[in-house]
């Protein structure tokens, strides 16, 4: 059976997220998790979890099947780069650690949304057909 779990959830634990093992999307903005919990979903395809300071680059890069993923803060080429089924980037305020160079290790990577603020350092580092087919702001 495949679950969704979408809004506020700031009383569920790692624990209690873990026993979800056929998760597919997580979507809140308050939560707790942190690495433990999340990368016992080894079946999770959408993580959306902007405001998720205990989730760093050592729980993303246990999770294979992530095809969209909102990166923030705590992430950076290290943990975007396992993520090679990733199709949708978006790069919240803060993703400053990730670089264009991350596009590389992205095979399948069809679309990264940035904030305008950051369009530039962006545009300057990749290539302008890499740039039109795959960035878009927000």
Known sequence: ETFIVRGDIPNITDEGISSLTNLRELNSERNRFTDRGISRLTHLEVLLLPASPEITDEGISRLPHLIQFIAN??????????????????????????SPDVIDHLPLLEKIFVRKSEMRRWKKKASPFTFNKLFDHV
């Open 73 to 98: 803060g705590n992430h950076s080429n290290d943990g975007i780069s396992h993520l090679t089924n990733l199709r949708i980037l978006h790069l919240e305020n803060g993703a400053v650690r990730i």
